[in-house]
Every structure is written in C-alpha cells, then in structure tokens.
C-alpha cells in the first residue's frame, strides 16, 4: 500500500468464497493509493482512490 493512507482492518486477509478479499483502508488526503495483493505466486494490483472530504456536488436549479 502506498501514499499515506492506513489500513483500518487487518492488512492479511483471506478471501471469500468468491475468491473476493477486503480491505479498509483510511487517508486524511485526497490522494490515489496502489494496493497490491498476491496468493499463491499470483499478483494483483488496485487503485483506491480518496477525494477532499470538504468537495461537495452544488446543485443549482435552473430558473
């Protein structure tokens, strides 16, 4: 894991019956984070991405 996010459960996991592991993870900045997994020689990579806690979508009706 990278950036500066932390894991907010365990960072070793087993995964479900659909072969689906998860992880928490928390950051205090808007930032991308790899997250990287392997089992088994197999390897894999995902990307979390975290926004602006304060970013808001305003919407405005149209008069």
Request: glycine content about 8%; charged content about 15%.
């Amino acid at each position: 894991m990278g950036g500066s996010a932390k894991a907010t459960s365990a960072i070793t996991v087993n995964t479900n019956e659909d072969g689906v592991a998860t992880l928490s993870l928390r950051d205090s900045v808007a930032e991308s984070v790899a997250v990287n997994a392997s089992a088994n020689g197999a390897q894999g990579q995902a990307t979390a991405t975290f926004v602006d806690p304060h970013y808001r979508t305003i919407r405005k009706p149209v008069q």
